[in-house]
């Protein structure tokens, strides 16, 4: 099983079009990007996980598309959705096969400290998509997946929050 987790607050607080709408309904912002992440759950059979901190006092799951391999997961209160990542990494027992959205460079270095790959939102250079979409078979083709499919939604980086 291949799997992608997004640190979604992050990758939310980096892209202009989604820190746009996170001003006005975070939740709003959580699911355009979730939208953009279930593209490639639905063409790859990814496992798909949005990392997201929260109050809360114990780890959350939700499942927003009432699919098991697609996830909200919430960070308890003590720990950052960085720290999830994190052990989740250490947990999956392939890491190879895993690739974490962040651009938080310290996640990015964390990611492939445990073998994953780590990877940015990419900004989109011309807006146009791909013309043939790439597979998620290997960790390397799995990085320009994600890169492309975040242009394809038109996410565009920028300044944090």
């Known amino acids: 099983m ?12 980096a892209t202009d079009s989604l820190r746009e709408v996170m001003q ?18 639905d063409a790859e059979g990814v496992h798909v996980a949005l990392v ?11 499942h927003p598309y009432k699919v098991k391999t697609f996830e909200y997961v919430y960070a308890p209160a003590d720990v950052s959705a960085d720290g999830v990542i994190e052990r989740m990494l250490a947990r999956i027992p392939n890491p190879g096969d895993t690739s974490v959205v962040s651009n938080d460079r310290m996640v990015r270095e964390s990611a492939r400290a445990n073998g994953a790959i780590g990877s940015a939102p990419k900004n989109s250079s011309n807006g146009r998509v791909p013309a043939k979409p790439v ?9 320009k997946r994600i890169a492309g499919i975040f242009e394809m939604a038109s996410i565009w980086i920028s300044r944090p929050c």
């Open 2 to 13: 291949h799997y992608l987790l997004i640190d979604a607050y992050n990758v939310i607080c």
């Open 24 to 41: 006005g309904n975070l939740d709003a912002a959580r699911d355009q990007l979730a939208e953009a992440a279930r593209s490639i759950h």
């Open 52 to 62: 997201l901190d929260s109050r809360q006092d114990g780890l959350q799951v939700e």
């Open 135 to 143: 597979s998620f078979k290997t960790p390397a083709v799995a990085t």
